[in-house]
C-alpha cells in the first residue's frame, strides 16, 4: 500500500521516465509518437507475470492471466500508469512543437 508522498513520487517517477524515454525515441527514429504506441506494451510487461513467448505457446492461457492482472490493478498503480502515458503523449506534443519552430533535429 502506497502512502500519499509515495505515490505523488511514483507519479512524477512515471511521467519523467518515459517522458524522456519517448523524446528521445522521437528524436532519434524521428517520428512524433513512437513511445505513444510502444508504451501500452510496456505495460502489458510489466503487469504480466508470464514471459513473452508463453503468448505464442500458450495463447489462451497468457490473455486471460494478463487481463486477470490488469483488473486486479489497483487506483493507485492505475494512476502512475495513466502519469507514465501522458508523458508519453506529452513528449511526442513536444517533438511535434520543436519541429513546428524549426528545429531540424527533432
Partial sequence: MLNL???IIAILLYFVLFFGIGFILNMLLRSTWTMAVIY????????DQKGFFSYF??????FSQLWN???S????????LIAGMIGAILS??????????GYQMF
Avoid: C, E, K, Y
Fill in 73 to 80: 490493478l489497483t487506483a493507485a498503480d492505475v494512476i502512475i
Fill in 5 to 7: 508522498p509515495q505515490l
Fill in 69 to 71: 492482472s490488469l483488473s
Fill in 92 to 101: 511526442g506534443i513536444a517533438n511535434r512543437m520543436l519541429r513546428a519552430r
Fill in 57 to 62: 505457446t500458450d495463447t489462451t492461457n497468457s
Fill in 40 to 47: 501500452p506494451i510496456v505495460v502489458f510487461f510489466m503487469v
